[in-house]
């Protein structure tokens, strides 16, 4: 049986949940007698092959559960994209510091770092167990059911556009949002969820997964406006041409050429200003209002899925497990079971079936328009977003028959 | 004693419990018999001048109840600043459908509507009683200690400040974050409450209330970049230049020249977007990022203070008692009671007395440094943000001494 230490690392996005995975791990960890110490690392990799260390068994578990219940990554993350030469670095830390088990919570990338990392191990003989614990809001990874961290994203999203449809029913206009998630539009599409009543918005609900025309987006803002005398929209912020061209960089251009000079594309309003702008210009609807969600998404405190928080606490749990006491490598992957409730089981894969790879909308759930989602992922949602959803409601009574002649 | 119908309306921006308001007011008026209807009338005033009224009578309670629940207007609102033909044209109306009692729910400018609509009913010796119901997110209300709207506003701002602090601290760099309030800073105040360890963030406040220099600004953030490697900073919509220009113009021309032509500057992302490109540009800060909170600080669904959720409801039916029981006209103001503890008093003062007026933040809510706010400011909004305010944890384990030679 291995015996040593382990060290647990947060890398990539933050997320609402993501501390509750790293609290998983700790806590789980320390039921084995064979783990003799949890580490921390800073900032992810980057700590590790700093040696910025810390150490968790002396941290109390009411702080670790009051940790657990704070947003964003309590250990520090990393953007950091280690290649083989810094692998080879995280390896080399590890190993003095007579670490055994590397737990590390992130996305895809994170997960071929950890496959690295292990087979780097393998060849030194040296025994050190590598496990990676999934999360990203984008809900991205392949083989998961759903991601850690993208319930709670989804769940901002449809608090946001719950208010702002009703925002935009009480002071009509065009109101559009920006939403996180660049190659896979599950996190914008997640804004349906905020529908209840026949033509709430949004109306209009644009993927990456899509070609985006500008022209036929104008067409289609112009038609649900014509019918309601309103239109919400959600757009995600990876909206691209035909040719893979960002709608950002598309319509940056026709501004740069009207303004012969450089215009200030940069910052995250920009995508949302420009749509607006165009709407504004081409259509002639004055009232063209347009927010980018931007960091509340991930972080926001307080918001967070019930589901998505006693998940992420479970998967690490079964991380700790897999290393530990079945003495494996691997990705811990979120399948859901077809028992008619909603159900999942945490399943281990190779390191090398996440990494690296992206998961995208399945056509199933996106609506043959193209601007809509379909039910099948309405169903697929509805079972992540928790407890306490907020539900919405309209005044009914009838109109009073008017009086003065005008 | 007067019998005859109610009008309730809602003018100016939405609000999270600004239905918690309307609601209040029609049950309130079901309890008095020679309230005959209650009716409601869409799109604010615009809705009275063109005889829009639905009968509120109709209106089970349980789902009026529900749509107290439901942020923004239920009955819809208006922008529509009405001139003296105009508040004659909304008297003709309400006269026609027997209207005895007018409650409008609104911010200073609704206000002054309610007074003027007084006032013709006076000179026409019709007896209808004109009361107006605080809201605004603003907190600009004379007479108010605050108002409704706000601290659930206040909250938003608070919770999303909170994460952001938490995913800078995560991925460090410069973050910055616009927040609505034109004229009075109490909004942007409340990101204050967001800290609640040493070197928290917001680590920068800047209010209307304050001249803006762009090099004080660079100066504050490289400031206290250098000191903890990131900065967290919260920026009123509203800041400007010493001679009253807003920043957001200011800049605008600087880009203008720069570009020999026009730069798109309408659209919520702009102010945001051109400070963190000044603070890339002039400081050379790799990792700066924006947000602009826009709608969803007004209109969240699901963010409550639960002291404002209270407030909203009895404010209104304490207007009902004074324009029915009372049979007075009046606005109903909020006063704080010096108990020691948190306790109100709903005061009615005469129209003409909170129409027009704008109150900003005291200065003894402002730090000396002008980037800051005091604990007075702090007292006095704790007790304004309602149950289950979110607390943020951070690790406190020791760090591991490091053992590689570098």
Redesign the interface.
Known sequence: MLKGKMVVA?GG??T?VINQSLVGAVLEARRFHNVEAV??ARHGVRGIVN?????????PVE?LE??A???????????DKPDEKYCRDIF??LR??GINWFMYIGGNDSSDTVRIVAEEAHKSNYALRCVHIPKTIDNDLVENDHTPGFPSAARYVM??F???D??N????GV?L?VVMGRHAGFLTAASAM?RHHRDDGPHLIYLPEREFSVDRFLADVKSVYDRLGRCVIAVSEGIHDASGTPIIAQLAKT?EK???????L?????L???L??TI?DRLGIKRV????????Q??????VSAVDRREAREVAERAVVHGVADDQDGSITIRRVPTGFYAVDYVPVALSVVGGKTKTMPATFIAPSGTDITTEFTDYLRPLMGT?V???????????P???EK
Do not use: C, W
Not at 290 to 296: I, K, L, P, V
């Open positions: 947060q996005g933050p609402a580490y921390g040696e910025e260390f810390f150490d968790l068994t002396r941290e702080s009051a940790v219940n704070t947003p964003a990554s309590a250990l520090g993350s990393t953007r080399k830390s003095a510091h608090q946001a719950m208010g702002a009703h925002d029913h009480s002071l009509p109101y949002a905020a501004v009207d303004a012969h000079g450089n215009v200030q940069s910052g995250s309003g920009a949302g200003d420009l607006t702008d504004k209002r347009g927010d980018t969600y931007g960091y509340a991930r972080s926001f405190a307080g918001i306490d907020p539900v919405r409601a309209t005044l009914a009574a009838p109109a009073v008017k009086l003065l």
